[in-house]
């Protein structure tokens, strides 16, 4: 029995998600070009979400492997995190 979809159901999926929620906004609330996407805030925040993630990770893996940086501690990882800001 297979539990996960597959990787067509995913694109399919996908497809319907972005050209149905771009032509509800479209048609409900008027809406063009970008703003038309759906979560088009998430979308725009993304990347900048990414490179966040990116560095308190590397901040947690310095803190654990001793290499300088306060990731390993309680607390510690929000004063040295918000130099990657």
Not at 5 to 29: D, E, I, M, T
């Amino acid at each position: 029995m297979r539990v996960l979809p597959s990787r067509r159901s995913l694109l399919v999926g996908s497809f319907l998600y972005v050209g149905g929620g771009c032509l509800f906004k479209r048609q409900k609330q008027g809406t063009q070009g970008m703003e038309s996407c759906p979560n088009v805030d998430f979308w725009r925040g993304l990347p900048g979400l990414v490179k966040d993630g990116a560095a308190f990770f590397v901040l947690k893996i310095k803190g654990l492997m001793g290499k300088g940086g306060n990731g390993g501690g309680a607390g510690g990882a929000e004063s040295d995190y918000s130099t990657f800001k």
